[in-house]
């Protein structure tokens, strides 16, 4: 296997093939992208240094930014108006069935900016079918195993085509294609509180949610109105300083949880340290990057979550460039620090950074 098939934000495939080449050239592999623009994905071949199970062997998933979610391709499969399933089966039996003998269930997906219901409805109805089918054929081991386990993953383009291949049971995504699915409160004053959501999600780790989270901490939202941000640091029942020029929302503020201060989220900063910093203000990335820098130098924050606004082009570029500045301006700090970087389900043309102090 010599393939990968990765996921990201539809219109963001060079930005992720471009961060697969690098990564694999960091490890002693190289190999080539092929995207289609604007479909969410891109195949990746190995040309050579490793395959496509040695890579993943090597490169976790959360050390991504643009690809979301991947899979070892194995084969695309045409499927036939008859016996879909039996195409499928046979085309698997072809490579030597061996392949899948870790599989202990088969998903099946479509795209992200997929527009027609009809293919969500075929695929989710063809799991059953296509999953008798294949263990029948000795395709598809124990449905008891453990969900840590790798998955068969068929990955329908229209109803004539499908990508099949297998989800690393120890380096993939918690959710399908990398994509939570997260459900705005009626009482959230916008729906930016779904990112943060979402990055705390993505970006902590599972097992200590509560560490991070829990335990009555004080919080600073930068550019925080109407208060989306903010709702959910109240929401982990934590004290917030809201700093922005405009207006927050009037149930948000009737909590007596948040204090608002009018002012340049660049510029406030707070006369004693907070545990959590969060910045979603829509500026120049590198802009934000020193920013936060600044809180970490001053040790005015222990965690922070903050957006990086990408240009239209070089996105990737600068993401490298507002990383190494980060690094940089913290080399000497008198305590370790951890950076995470994703490109959210609900982001757009940004990625969300989680950066915490580990002394």
């Given at each position: 296997?010599?393939?990968?098939?990765?996921?990201?934000?539809?219109?963001?495939?060079?930005?992720?093939?471009?961060?697969?080449?690098?990564?694999?050239?960091?490890?002693?592999?190289?190999?080539?992208?092929?995207?289609?623009?604007?479909?969410?994905?891109?195949?990746?071949?190995?040309?050579?240094?490793?395959?496509?199970?040695?890579?993943?062997?090597?490169?976790?998933?959360?050390?991504?930014?643009?690809?979301?979610?991947?899979?070892?391709?194995?084969?695309?499969?045409?499927?036939?108006?008859?016996?879909?399933?039996?195409?499928?089966?046979?085309?698997?039996?072809?490579?030597?069935?061996?392949?899948?003998?870790?599989?202990?269930?088969?998903?099946?997906?479509?795209?992200?900016?997929?527009?027609?219901?009809?293919?969500?409805?075929?695929?989710?109805?063809?799991?059953?079918?296509?999953?008798?089918?294949?263990?029948?054929?000795?395709?598809?081991?124990?449905?008891?195993?453990?969900?840590?386990?790798?998955?068969?993953?068929?990955?329908?383009?229209?109803?004539?085509?499908?990508?099949?291949?297998?989800?690393?049971?120890?380096?993939?995504?918690?959710?399908?294609?990398?994509?939570?699915?997260?459900?705005?409160?009626?009482?959230?004053?916008?729906?930016?509180?779904?990112?943060?959501?979402?990055?705390?999600?993505?970006?902590?780790?599972?097992?200590?949610?509560?560490?991070?989270?829990?335990?009555?901490?004080?919080?600073?939202?930068?550019?925080?109105?109407?208060?989306?941000?903010?709702?959910?640091?109240?929401?982990?029942?934590?004290?917030?300083?809201?700093?922005?020029?405009?207006?927050?929302?009037?149930?948000?503020?009737?909590?007596?949880?948040?204090?608002?201060?009018?002012?340049?989220?660049?510029?406030?900063?707070?006369?004693?340290?907070?545990?959590?910093?969060?910045?979603?203000?829509?500026?120049?990335?590198?802009?934000?990057?020193?920013?936060?820098?600044?809180?970490?130098?001053?040790?005015?924050?222990?965690?922070?979550?903050?957006?990086?606004?990408?240009?239209?082009?070089?996105?990737?570029?600068?993401?490298?460039?507002?990383?190494?500045?980060?690094?940089?301006?913290?080399?000497?700090?008198?305590?370790?620090?951890?950076?995470?970087?994703?490109?959210?389900y609900h982001d757009r043309e940004e990625i969300t950074c989680f950066l915490e102090r580990t002394d």
């Open positions: 296997m010599n393939q990968l098939l990765a996921f990201c934000r539809p219109g963001f495939e060079s930005e992720a093939g471009r961060e697969l080449t690098d990564a694999a050239a960091a490890l002693g592999a190289w190999g080539y992208f092929t995207p289609r623009p604007g479909a969410g994905w891109l195949s990746f071949t190995l040309a050579g240094g490793l395959d496509a199970p040695g890579l993943l062997a090597q490169l976790p998933l959360e050390a991504m930014v643009f690809v979301r979610d991947w899979q070892l391709l194995l084969t695309e499969v045409p499927l036939p108006d008859k016996d879909r399933v039996g195409a499928v089966v046979e085309a698997l039996r072809a490579l030597g069935g061996q392949v899948t003998g870790e599989c202990s269930r088969v998903d099946v997906r479509v795209g992200e900016n997929s527009t027609d219901p009809d293919l969500g409805r075929f695929a989710r109805k063809w799991v059953a079918p296509l999953s008798r089918a294949l263990r029948g054929a000795g395709l598809l081991g124990d449905e008891e195993e453990s969900r840590a386990s790798d998955r068969l993953e068929l990955f329908l383009l229209d109803f004539t085509s499908a990508f099949v291949g297998i989800s690393p049971g120890n380096n993939r995504a918690r959710w399908p294609m990398g994509i939570p699915r997260l459900k705005l409160p009626a009482s959230a004053p916008s729906r930016s509180a779904l990112k943060l959501e979402e990055a705390w999600k993505v970006l902590l780790p599972a097992d200590r949610i509560l560490d991070y989270l829990g335990g009555g901490k004080s919080a600073v939202d930068l550019g925080a109105a109407p208060g989306g941000w903010t709702w959910q640091l109240v929401q982990q029942g934590m004290r917030v300083t809201a700093v922005d020029n405009g207006p927050m929302d009037d149930d948000l503020m009737a909590t007596g949880m948040v204090t608002h201060v009018r002012a340049d989220g660049y510029l406030w900063r707070p006369k004693r340290s907070v545990d959590w910093m969060v910045c979603d203000i829509v500026d120049k990335p590198r802009r934000t990057a020193a920013m936060v820098s600044d809180w970490f130098n001053d040790q005015l924050c222990r965690y922070s979550v903050f957006n990086l606004k990408l240009p239209m082009k070089k996105r990737y570029d600068e993401w490298l460039l507002c990383r190494e500045l980060l690094e940089a301006r913290l080399a000497d700090a008198p305590f370790g620090f951890r950076l995470r970087a994703r490109q959210l």
